[in-house]
C-alpha cells in the first residue's frame, strides 16, 4: 500500500515517494527525533503478505547493520507499524550510476574510479562473508560530493565460511532459491546461471561487467533474449573495449577481461586486489586495506617471524661469545 505524504512510520513522517521498483518502495521521511530527514524503504504492496519477501527484507536489514563503510548505504533503524515493516537508512543526495551513464561510456579515469570506490565496499562486506550478488548500474550510487555508495543488499547472501564469529545473523540462511536465478541475468556470473556457490569472485564479475559498461555504454554479454544472454556469459567473450573513437589503456582492459574469466579462479580473488590494481592504473598511493583484510595479519606473523629469528640470532651469539 502506498503511503501518503504526512502518514507516520513510527517516529518517520512521510514527506514523499523518492523511488519504487517491483520490490519495494522509498521514500523521503523526517526524523522528528533527530530532526534529520532519511530514507524509508518498505516492501511492495504486491509482496506484503509473502513470507519469503519479509524474511529477505529482514535479512537485508540486519546485513547492512552489520557493516559500517563510506561506500556503503548505512541503516539507522528498522521496524513494523500498522503491519508495514520499514528499513530507514540514510538520505542519498544524487543519482545512480544508470543515469549517470544515460547509455554513453564515461571517462576512462571517471570509470575507474567509480570502480576503486565499488571494490572497497565490496572489500569490507566480503571481509564479513557477505556477497552481495546483484551489481548494476542502478545498484551504484553517486553522490552529489562525489562519493559512490553500494546499495541494495536485498539478494544478498552470507557465506558462513567468511563470516567472522558473532556477526549478527552470522548463521542465517537466505530464503529457498532452487531453481531460480538469483541476480539480474546481464551481470550474472556464470556460477549463478549454473546455480553453483557464489563467494567474494562472484562480486568480481559483476564489478567487472559494470566497469565494461562504463567504458563502453554496452554490456559485455548482452543479447536479445534471456537465453542467448545467459549463452554468452557461460561461452562467449566480451567485444574488445576499444572501438567507436575509445581508447581505454590496455592495463585497463587487462583488468576488466581479468575480472571477467569464465572461471572464478581465474578472476582476482579478492576484491581489494581489484582495488589496489585500478588505484595503480591511476597512478595513486596504494588503497587503504580494507576492514578484515588477511594482509594485516599476514603482515604482523612476518614482523613476528623476523623479530623472533633476530633473537635467535642474539642469543646464539651471546651463548657462542
Known amino acids: 500500500m502506498a503511503l501518503e505524504q504526512g502518514s507516520r512510520l513510527g517516529a518517520y513522517e512521510i514527506l514523499g515517494l523518492l523511488a519504487a521498483g517491483g520490490m519495494g518502495e522509498v521514500y523521503r521521511a523526517r526524523d522528528d527525533r533527530l530532526r534529520r530527514d532519511v530514507a524509508v524503504k518498505v516492501i511492495a504492496e504486491g509482496l506484503a503478505d509473502d513470507p519469503v ?11 547492512l547493520a552489520s557493516l559500517s563503510h563510506p561506500n556503503i548505504l548505512s541503516i539507522f533503524d ?42 572497497k565496499g565490496l572489500a569490507a562486506a566480503h571481509a564479513r562473508g557477505i556477497v552481495h550478488r546483484d551489481l548494476k548500474p542502478e545498484n551504484i550510487f553517486l553522490l552529489a560530493d562525489g562519493g559512490v555508495k553500494i546499495l541494495d543488499f536485498g539478494l544478498a547472501r552470507r557465506d558462513p565460511r567468511q563470516a567472522r564469529a558473532g556477526d549478527a545473523s552470522s548463521g542465517e540462511r537466505p530464503p529457498a532459491e532452487e531453481g531460480t536465478l538469483v541476480g ?13 556457490p557464489t563467494d567474494a569472485r562472484t562480486d568480481v564479475f559483476g564489478l567487472g561487467c559494470v566497469l565494461y559498461e562504463m567504458l563502453t555504454g554496452h554490456r559485455p554479454f548482452g543479447r536479445v533474449g534471456i537465453g542467448d544472454t ?16 575509445r581508447t581505454v589503456p590496455p592495463a585497463l582492459a587487462r583488468v576488466v577481461l581479468h575480472c571477467l574469466a569464465k572461471d572464478p579462479a581465474e578472476r582476482f580473488q579478492a576484491a581489494y586486489d581489484l582495488a589496489f590494481a585500478l588505484d595503480e592504473i591511476l597512478g595513486r598511493p596504494q588503497a587503504p586495506l580494507a576492514a578484515g583484510s588477511p594482509w594485516p595479519a599476514r603482515i604482523g606473523l612476518l614482523l613476528l617471524g623476523a623479530a623472533a629469528g633476530a633473537a635467535a640470532v642474539l642469543l646464539l651469539r651471546l651463548l657462542a661469545g
Open 230 to 245: 545467459l549463452g554468452a556469459i557461460l561461452n562467449a567473450e566480451p567485444p574488445p573495449l576499444e572501438g567507436e573513437g
Open 184 to 196: 539480474t541475468t546481464v551481470y550474472m556470473a556464470p556460477e549463478q546461471v549454473l546455480g553453483q
Open 78 to 119: 528498522f521496524g513494523e507499524e500498522g503491519g508495514v515493516r520499514y528499513a530507514v537508512m540514510e538520505l542519498l543526495e544524487g543519482v545512480n550510476l544508470r543515469a549517470r551513464m544515460d547509455n554513453r561510456p564515461l571517462p576512462w579515469r571517471t570509470a575507474a574510479a567509480i570502480a576503486v570506490a565499488v571494490a
Open 53 to 63: 519477501e519479509h524474511t529477505r527484507f529482514e535479512q537485508e536489514a540486519r546485513m
